[in-house]
């Protein structure tokens, strides 16, 4: 046998001389080796035998054990009670530091600097938004800086003296004045708030919150009304959340607003002049008129988002009614319109001092949902592709595009920008706009094909008119029922379906098959030798909503064959900064993007422009 670990003798203080010399080793046996296998000895105390010999313990022997086996459960009951006891002690500090926390109660409110820097984040869950903001602030000089996204976007106020707006245009920084403005600051009036019992842990922070709900005519007015929440680190009175939700009474107290303002960093000192002087000075600045980018209005956005602000709200609301001319069925659901108006304002203004190629503006979507547009302007996800639609054959490239421009709009094959309304019906249109190109090639005169009949008239090919449907579904249909009419026969469209009531004799095209386009490549070989394509893409970005100009290069925009959920038609192509983009015509209206269109990336087929396009083949 191997020798084990030695270990301390055990012995029994005890009067018991036989117990004692029992304990004691026999002439001739290794003390060490006799004591190590005590263990192996006790584990066999309950047969009554010893390991060593094989035969039953003697009185003595087996009194010795026992004893041990006693003081081993001495042992651990010790310690099993040393530990309730502990784990106890430890839940009553918890319990008291519970009590204690949720009665701790600032003692003033908290006081915050005039002249500081400070880092904030912007959140809107609602849209993903997350604007980082540097500042600079001298309350006293009435001056501030502002940098958004870095120093992508940058302004300077000066309440006494010329303001400055340094941006990104095109591949440069420029610098543009402007008149004098009075600084805002980054922190709500905390005279307005009142304190809450308890402390609250806050981005790893123990915090007092204070609270401010407006006033209860508010929401009478409009069943709206709205919570702030400024969670303060309760050690050294720096504010660390701002967070808001606003509420509609009228919906039951649904939640129709929420953002929040994160205080990553704040430094309550001087600020040196140069912060403000020297990069206005490096620069040849010009006067602001002469920009024709997208407004910002970081300083009107800072006051949006904090209690106070209601007359500005209500004033910007009003001057959107008044210019998109809306009309509300009721008066909650104009309160859930002007929340999201203010939500997707604000995301409209942080989107542009990004410094994308790109800009956005606020269009007659602006107090509508993301999913209210879905539903209303898109096919949606609701009918499900075919793998197969049955196309004639697929477009095949026949050489390397090596021209910057196609733009079938020049050569008169582009009817005017159309509007779909409120009815799910861009597939309509998309094929409408195929077809008229192919026919303006084919006869040399542009005809304006009606959506309508399509909407009417193509329910068994699996369309279901302001619900959505498919290019490949309408070619189906037109190749089946012997042609399509144009608008000037059908009638006008109506936003809604209506009795079919199409005539072969009055059709002006008719169709033998389509093709599909995949890829890049065979994309821009159709836009340069075909005319323009009926295209799916993906349309579900708040970007996409709101796009007002620019080269649009959202990466969110998926490209997948299960994302592509709006129909519209492709026109050509241009090149930007060595990238081509797809000119694309929309059926949002002439108010919506560029005149109605949007130029889309085709670097990694950004929105899936070149996933599924089509194109028909007219018979002779």
Same mark, same amino acid.
């Given at each position: ?376 302007? %898109? ?12 196309? %004639? ?37 998309? %094929? ?141 192509? %241009? ?46």
């Amino acid at each position: 046998m191997g020798k084990k670990k030695e270990r301390n003798h055990c012995r029994k203080f005890d009067d018991d001389a036989s117990a004692t010399e029992a304990l004691l080793p026999k002439e001739g046996e290794n003390p060490i080796e006799s004591e190590c296998n005590e263990e192996e000895a006790e584990l066999s105390i309950e047969d009554g035998k010893s390991l060593h010999e094989n035969k039953p313990f003697s009185d003595d022997e087996k009194g010795v054990h026992i004893f041990r086996n006693k003081r081993s459960k001495q042992t651990w009951c010790a310690i099993i009670a040393l530990s309730t006891g502990i784990l106890g002690f430890i839940l009553i500090l918890s319990i008291f530091r519970v009590v204690r926390d949720a009665n701790a109660y600032p003692t003033h409110r908290p006081r915050f600097p005039k002249s500081y820097e400070a880092s904030v984040t912007f959140n809107i869950p609602y849209i993903g938004l997350n604007e980082p903001l540097y500042v600079h602030m001298d309350e006293e000089r009435g001056l501030q800086k502002l940098s958004f996204y870095g120093d992508n976007d940058i302004y300077i106020f000066n309440a006494s003296g010329n303001s400055y707006q340094i941006l990104p245009v095109m591949k440069e920084l420029k610098c543009f004045t402007s008149k004098a403005e009075i600084p805002q600051h980054v922190f709500p009036k905390i005279s307005l708030f009142e304190a809450e019992h308890g402390l609250f842990l806050v981005k790893g922070r123990s915090c007092y919150s204070w609270k401010y709900t407006t006033q209860k005519k508010v929401a009478d007015s409009d069943g709206h009304y709205g919570e702030y929440r400024l969670y303060v680190d309760a050690e050294n009175g720096h504010p660390v959340r701002l967070h808001y939700v606003g509420r509609n009474l009228m919906f039951g107290g649904s939640h129709v607003d929420e953002y929040t303002l994160d205080y990553e960093y704040i430094r309550a000192a001087p600020i040196e002049q140069h912060v403000f002087s020297t990069l206005p000075a490096l620069m040849n600045c010009t006067n602001i008129s002469s920009y024709g980018g997208p407004t910002r209005n970081p300083l009107q956005d800072i006051l949006l988002r904090f209690p106070g602000s209601y007359g500005l709200k209500d004033a910007l609301f009003q001057r959107y009614i008044d210019k998109h001319e809306k009309q509300y069925s009721s008066e909650s659901v104009r309160t859930q319109g002007k929340a999201i108006f203010h939500q997707n304002l604000q995301y409209i203004n942080a989107m542009n001092r990004k410094g994308n190629t790109y800009h956005l503006g606020v269009n007659h979507l602006a107090d509508m949902s993301t999913d209210e547009i879905q539903q209303v302007l %898109t096919s949606g996800k609701r009918l499900k592709r075919k793998a197969d639609n049955g196309a %004639t054959m697929q477009h095949q490239a026949l050489e390397a595009v090596n021209v910057d421009e196609v733009d079938w709009r020049k050569k008169g094959a582009v009817t005017p920008v159309k509007d779909q309304g409120s009815c799910g019906s861009c597939w309509s249109f998309g %094929t409408s706009g195929a077809i008229e190109g192919a026919l303006f090639l084919k006869e040399k005169k542009l005809v304006n094909v009606s959506e309508q009949n399509l909407i009417d008239c193509s329910w068994n090919f699996g369309n279901q008119a302001c619900n959505g449907g498919f290019d490949y579904q309408s070619y189906n249909w037109i190749i089946s029922s012997g042609g399509i009419e144009a608008t000037d026969s059908y009638g006008d469209y109506r936003n809604l379906p209506d009795f079919c009531h199409f005539e072969p004799t009055r059709a002006v095209a008719r169709m033998t098959g389509f093709v599909n386009v995949t890829g890049t490549e065979q994309l821009n070989d159709a836009l340069l030798h075909v005319g323009p394509l009926s295209v799916s893409i993906d349309a579900t970005q708040p970007s996409f909503y709101f796009y007002a100009g620019g080269y649009y290069d959202d990466e969110k925009c998926a490209s997948d064959l299960d994302s592509l959920d709006h129909l519209v038609l492709a026109v050509g192509f %241009t090149t930007f900064r060595g990238q081509r983009f797809t000119l694309i015509k929309n059926s949002w209206g002439k108010f919506w993007g560029e005149d109605g269109y949007i130029m889309i990336s085709q670097k990694d087929n950004v929105c899936g422009v070149a996933t599924a396009a089509t194109y028909p083949l007219l018979a002779d």
